[in-house]
């Protein structure tokens, strides 16, 4: 589908930029040529239909030009973010058993032994390799990739809590991704611009919607590295007007001087996923853009799409749910058994559409505990559904932690201490104790130039909006929070940071 897509991309947008990338610049036309270059390059290289190809290259022209040329081969594209360090890559090709693996000169140390890859050199052109050339640009692609049943990208989980899985999408959910996103415009060509490519192209944020990018004729922006003052820099400079990303790149926005600096004017919609938005971000991120504000609830194994607020939404939808499920998709709450509860009661929230996941690659027991027999994925997330019908989040299941034998959920005490005005960020994390079992730390990264909150200042300022026992129960100021490679807040980490008791513990009154 990719490739099909970028071959009427080449004809309709012709040369409007596909990718830009520091003062490097590839063009839709230009990227179909080079696709069919590099097609010709793996071919050569032994790469057929259904082999299973992984890349650990950074987001940017040759990335878009490896994924586009296996699509047109017919093969399967595992992609690994350049994030990751070298274990964690290391621990994904391991298992994946490539046919080769195209790397970056940085990317391949670390790799397991007798992996065949293929260095694809920083700047250059992967269709530079050599090897026959493809099909001619505007010709019809002789090969089935557009079958739905072909299996074409395996999309690695953020690993959150534990080991990377990856899931695997055919070409028929990539056709739903689209669908779901674009509604009655899936068939259409135009109407993209340029876009902030906020997370790696193996996000499957990017992965699975390039197909949809390429129609609009979007124009994906990259950075080298992430940083807030370069992507409102690249916000300005563009003039765009939807700014895509993660909860906490909105918030590192907001801390930036850039924010005050730039003109901004343009930004119209906000649309942010990948972690919970507090009610604190979405009300400031409004307020500082006047901009619509969008939180999309998703996940890898849903394919990227699921939940949304509208753009118009009330403050009731827009600070304190997730809003209703997008056309396509449907949602319910189950008890432990995957039977649906009554509204207003917490249980787990599933979600069903043509985009989830085949299920987990080479992991059958993994793919049973996610998916229900009829289909259902179980995203691990505790939810109730409010009078208005809409989805609120009451934490994650394997967040939760026992507090003297209460339970509390660390997303629920975050949203209250956001709300403090000397924080920027804050993550909560159980501490083992002797008599409680469990005890709430609060990690908080103050606002730049402000005397950090103490423990006290926390509590006092909490204690009229959560019980006595949700309160946290020691503290630890922190300059940032560790996130995990896809930017989510990595909970794990933070466990291990505040595993270690306070020199000086202050025990709540």
């Not at 599933?350 to 987990?360: E, F, I, N, T």
Request: with cysteine; proline share 7%; net charge negative.
């Amino acid at each position: 589908m990719l490739s099909s897509t970028v071959r009427g991309a080449a004809v309709h947008h012709g040369e409007r930029a596909a990718v830009i990338r520091g003062d490097d610049a590839l063009t839709y036309s230009a990227l179909d040529r080079a696709a069919d270059q590099a097609a010709g390059a793996l071919r050569a290289s032994g790469v057929g239909p259904g082999d299973l190809i992984a890349s650990i290259l950074p987001s940017g022209a040759e990335w878009l030009i490896a994924a586009v040329a296996l699509d047109r081969i017919g093969a399967v594209h595992a992609a690994i973010s350049t994030h990751l360090g070298a274990s964690e890559r290391s621990a994904l090709v391991g298992p994946l058993r490539p046919s080769i693996t195209l790397v970056d000169p940085d990317t391949i140390d670390g790799l397991p032994l007798r992996t065949d890859v293929l260095v694809v050199a920083p700047g250059g052109r992967l269709g530079e390799l050599g090897g026959s050339a493809g099909p001619g640009p505007g010709s019809p692609d002789t090969d089935a990739s557009d079958l739905d049943e072909r299996i074409t990208n395996i999309c690695f989980t953020s690993g959150t809590t534990g080991v990377a899985r990856g899931a695997t999408f055919r070409v028929r959910q990539l056709r739903a991704v689209s669908s779901i996103d674009l509604g009655a415009a899936a068939t259409a060509w135009g109407g993209g611009e340029p876009m902030l490519a906020s997370t790696h192209f193996a996000h499957v944020g990017m992965a699975l919607k390039l197909p949809w990018y390429a129609r609009t004729g979007s124009t994906l922006c990259v950075l080298d590295r992430w940083r807030a003052d370069d992507a409102l820099e690249l916000i300005a400079r563009h003039r765009m007007s939807t700014v895509g990303g993660i909860a906490p790149q909105i918030a590192l926005m907001l801390r930036s001087p850039a924010v005050d600096e730039l003109d901004l004017t343009s930004v119209r919609r906000l649309i942010v996923g990948g972690a919970p938005s507090s009610p604190s971000l979405v009300d400031r991120a409004r307020r500082r853009f006047t901009a619509d504000y969008s939180i999309r609830y998703s996940s890898t194994e849903s394919g990227g799409v699921g939940l949304a607020t509208a753009f118009d939404a009330p403050d009731a939808e827009a600070l304190h749910t997730v809003g209703r499920p997008r056309p396509g998709v449907e949602v319910r709450v189950t008890d432990p058994g995957d039977r649906p509860v009554p509204d207003g009661r917490t249980g787990e929230l599933q979600l069903r559409s043509p985009a989830v996941m085949d299920g987990y690659w080479n992991d059958a027991a993994g793919t049973e505990v996610a998916l229900t027999p009829d289909r259902w994925l179980r995203t691990g997330d505790l939810a109730h559904v409010d009078a208005e019908g809409r989805i609120v989040l009451d934490g994650r299941r394997t967040d939760m932690y026992i507090r003297g034998g209460y339970n509390v959920f660390p997303t629920e005490v975050e949203a209250v201490l956001e709300l403090h005005p000397a924080i920027a960020a804050v993550g909560v994390a159980p501490r083992p104790d002797e008599v409680l079992g469990d005890v709430g730390v609060a990690v908080v990264v103050p606002v730049t130039g402000a005397e950090p909150p103490t423990l006290e200042d926390l509590r006092s300022f909490a204690e009229d909006r959560l019980a006595r026992h949700k309160l946290p129960e020691g503290l630890v100021v922190a300059d940032e929070l560790p996130l995990t490679a896809a930017a989510k807040l990595d909970r794990a980490a933070l466990r291990q940071r505040v595993v270690t008791p306070d020199p000086e513990p202050e025990a709540p009154a």
